[in-house]
């Protein structure tokens, strides 16, 4: 899968978004300038491979899960797939029929 600058921008922001936090916090999280995430998901920059992978940390999320965009919220995802594992299959078939009702 390509991605273009586009969609890498407007990745980032529906994933930080979905976290919760400012464009600015992010970026200072990552040891960067106040608006260098904000200059991402402008288009105007893209971030070198090392920043990608902290920002993947950050969002809690692999990149895999970050170029996934049927994922929605890859980490709350991941979160519920960790306490399914755990289940017994009767279990499983109410949270299946529970999370097809959802949609």
């Not at 930080?16 to 991402?40: C, F, H, P, W």
């Amino acid at each position: 899968m390509i991605v273009d600058k586009n969609d890498f921008a407007k990745r980032l922001a529906d994933l930080r978004t979905e976290k919760g936090v400012s464009a600015r916090d992010m970026s200072l999280s990552l040891g960067q300038s106040a608006g260098y995430i904000n200059n991402i998901e402008n288009g105007v920059n893209l971030p070198s491979m090392t920043v990608f992978f902290y920002i993947c940390e950050y969002l809690c999320i692999t990149p895999k899960d970050f170029f996934d965009t049927d994922n929605v919220n890859p980490e709350k995802a991941a979160e519920l797939y960790d306490i399914a594992k755990h289940l017994k299959s009767e279990q499983l078939e109410h949270l299946i029929a529970i999370a097809k009702g959802l949609q």
